[in-house]
């Protein structure tokens, strides 16, 4: 056999160098949805002439180019009637279990929350026992406004998507007695009964104890029952439909079949707005898919060999996206137990997919046009909503964190998965706003060691009501990114810890009142809500160049004209 001549007769060590020299791309590789593949910088095809001027080079090539380059997804803005109405599905798929589970609270349905039922939801999520505990007492006290909905945004204490499948696994649990649902469609129906006052103006002055007040309300408010009662039929009918169906995971990028077969079956209504039932907007926003959505549509298209030659992945979270986007990496797991050189890192921006995020859903239902959303009468009334997001900033940060927090417990491998707070274009000022982060956490910190300095012991639900309780891992989780113990970090300074020694200190004149209402749930720290809410009204967060001045003017960016509209 003759010797190796010309490049191949290189050492070993030199030929890697060449292709890897050859090969790595500065900015690395993107992918490119629309084509399906990846992309080098500036959108030009990868070269790899090199691996085909003979088979030994290919050999010796093999997956070098996925191993050297970091590949790069970004949130997916071409598919955005796509996503929008995938948005529209999961929001009202999760209102009707919210409201399906709420019904237990009614007389007709309580026969369904048993002994045996309660115990195969706390041995399948034994973190909602004191939840469901403390629901069947509020049942027997008649509270009114309980509900199983999420608690003020926080889940009750716990991941969102750990909460939703907690009440996926009750509705699957309540839906085998196929009487459940059908006594859930006929609760509607018929005259003076089925009908909820929630929701009715004068509901504080209703005496509804007796038959005769019924049929008085009923007929004196006949038209708002009436349509509530058929919405919720409607909302029960769509809940079965779907219990039927495969429902597609929230980080999936629905075909047009799948998107066409769900409103077919569910027959919903995407014109209109699952929560409050008026016509939307959604064609005037820049809907888009999550980046991790994006990588995931990516490894499943390509093979398991070629899935254990990627070694790093960047996520770009750069704008809010639909569909509970802080649990999509729950998708990527499986790709990083196969591949365990594999690193993920997720990068959200702060400013626009979190904080401008924010206004996302108050905009595409604003009646005004975008041309006079931008105008002076209108920038007025987006200062005051400016003032809002410093009393959001901490539940919305806790999202993601507790997302990523629950990863490891859902199997993600040690050392494969980082989350970074993007605080570009304007470091600085992001750190300013991590304060306001930190000291939420200092916040729920400090009321928790108050209720042990009163020996009060509030309960499940108690303790998680009120404006900056957050979720249970949210203290901890900011103290291990300010001290760099954790797997999320941030891009900018985060200053030292917040002791919530301050804040009880600052605190102290609150004392609990054991008088007052028994049905009043938040009653041992309703004053401790009130002074934070004191505070953080008084916190406006107003952006500094380049960024626009006010934080609806970055969600404004990501509105389309209606010349736009049309043209689409």
């Avoid at 060449?18 to 095809?45: M, Q, T």
């Avoid at 009393?391 to 999202?399: D, E, P, Q, S």
């Avoid at 990863?407 to 050392?415: F, I, S, Y």
Wanted: aromatic fraction near 12%.
């Amino acid at each position: 056999m003759p010797s190796p001549s010309g490049f191949l007769s290189l050492p070993r060590e030199l030929r890697d160098t060449i292709y890897h020299l050859y090969v790595f791309e500065a900015d690395g590789y993107h992918f490119d949805y629309e084509s399906g593949k990846l992309r080098a910088s500036g959108n030009r095809p990868i070269d790899l002439a090199l691996m085909y001027t003979s088979t030994f080079v290919a050999a010796e090539m093999h997956h070098l180019a996925l191993r050297s380059n970091v590949l790069h997804f970004s949130t997916l803005k071409s598919e955005q009637r796509k996503a929008a109405h995938f948005e529209m599905f999961f929001a009202h798929f999760e209102l009707c279990k919210c409201e399906t589970l709420t019904s237990l609270k009614k007389p007709p349905f309580h026969r369904y929350k048993t002994p045996e039922f309660d115990a195969k939801v706390n041995l399948r999520y034994p973190q909602f026992e004191s939840l469901l505990h403390q629901s069947l007492d509020l049942l027997k006290r008649g509270v009114p406004t309980f509900s199983f909905s999420d608690c003020e945004g926080s889940s009750w204490g716990e991941a969102d998507s750990v909460f939703y499948a907690f009440q996926g696994y009750m509705i699957e649990l309540l839906s085998r007695d196929t009487d459940f649902l059908e006594t859930l469609a006929d609760f509607y129906d018929g005259p003076q009964r089925g009908f909820d006052i929630d929701g009715c103006p004068s509901f504080d002055a209703l005496d509804l104890s007796d038959k005769d007040s019924q049929a008085s309300f009923y007929e004196q408010h006949r038209g708002w029952v009436e349509s509530q009662r058929r919405e919720r039929r409607e909302r029960a009918s769509f809940l079965r439909s779907m219990l039927l169906l495969s429902i597609p995971e929230h980080w999936t990028i629905p075909s047009e079949d799948v998107l066409a077969q769900i409103n077919k079956v569910a027959q919903m209504n995407t014109s209109l707005d699952p929560y409050s039932g008026k016509r939307n907007s959604w064609e005037r926003c820049d809907w888009r898919f999550s980046a991790a959505a994006a990588a995931i549509h990516f490894f499943k298209s390509i093979s398991q060999s070629t899935c254990l030659g990627i070694r790093n992945v960047v996520l770009h979270e750069d704008r809010r996206s639909v569909a509970l986007p802080e649990c999509h990496v729950l998708g990527l797991i499986p790709f990083c137990l196969q591949n365990p050189q594999l690193h993920i890192e997720r990068r959200v921006n702060l400013w626009r997919t979190l904080l401008a995020g924010g206004f996302h859903r108050r905009l595409y239902n604003h009646p005004a046009t975008l041309e006079e959303m931008s105008g002076r009468d209108e920038r007025a009334r987006w200062e005051i909503y400016d003032q809002f997001c410093a009393i959001n900033i901490g539940k919305i940060c806790c999202r993601w964190i507790s997302e990523a927090s629950a990863l490891p417990a859902n199997g993600m491998p040690a050392d494969s998965f980082s989350l970074v707070l993007d605080g570009d274009p304007t470091p600085d000022q992001s750190s300013e706003v991590f304060e306001i982060v930190k000291e939420d956490a200092a916040w729920q910190a400090a009321q928790a060691q108050w209720y042990t300095d009163q020996s009060l012991s509030p309960g499940f639900m108690a303790t998680r009501l009120g404006g900056f309780y957050m979720c249970e891992v949210f203290p901890q989780a900011i103290n291990d990114i300010v001290e760099g113990k954790s797997f999320i970090r941030c891009n900018f300074h985060t200053g030292s810890l917040y002791d919530p020694k301050r804040v009880l200190d600052r605190n102290r004149h609150i004392n609990h009142d054991p008088v007052g209402d028994p049905k009043l749930i938040i009653a041992p720290g309703l004053d401790w809500m009130k002074a934070w809410n004191k505070k953080r009204f008084r916190t406006p967060i107003r952006p500094s160049p380049p960024l626009p001045s006010l934080l609806a003017d970055l969600a404004l960016q990501d509105l389309i004209s209606e010349e736009q509209q049309h043209t689409a």
